[in-house]
Nanobody, 117 residues
Framework: QVELVESGGGLVQPGGSLRLSCAAS????????MGWYRQGPGTQRDLVAS?????????ASSVKGRFTLSRDTAANTLALNLQMNNLKPEDTAVYYC?????????WGQGTQVTVSS
């Protein structure tokens, strides 16, 4: 069983920054990629950023230059971090961490990010 636990969401003013973290635990093998999706009010869940096991990153055009995805693989841990800078009201959404293996996708419970003055 794989578990993903997100943290770091909250309320921030436009132009501010937040750092989301996702800690993965359990029997993890054959990872294809990891990343973050987000779902705003009344919208579909969209990919924000992803990283392959080889380390290649990809970003949605709306967040390029503002968001940075990184991965920590210290001994016996696997964590994914999303540094979000220059946040805009349209970034308001529930952010979900995911992990994709060759067999299935795993999802975190989501963390709310609200950008408002």
């Amino acid at each position: 069983q794989v578990e993903l636990v997100e943290s770091g969401g909250g309320l921030v003013q436009p132009g501010g920054s937040l750092r989301l973290s996702c800690a993965a635990s359990g029997k993890i093998a054959s990872i294809n990629n990891m990343g973050w999706y987000r779902q705003g009010p009344g919208t579909q869940r969209d990919l924000v950023a992803s990283i392959t096991w080889g380390g290649a990153t990809d970003y949605a055009s709306s967040v390029k230059g503002r968001f940075t995805l990184s991965r920590d693989t210290a001994a016996n841990t696997l964590a994914l971090n999303l540094q979000m800078n220059n946040l805009k009201p349209e970034d308001t959404a529930v952010y979900y961490c995911y992990l994709a293996t060759v067999l299935r996708h795993y999802w975190g419970q989501g963390t709310q990010v609200t950008v408002s003055s």
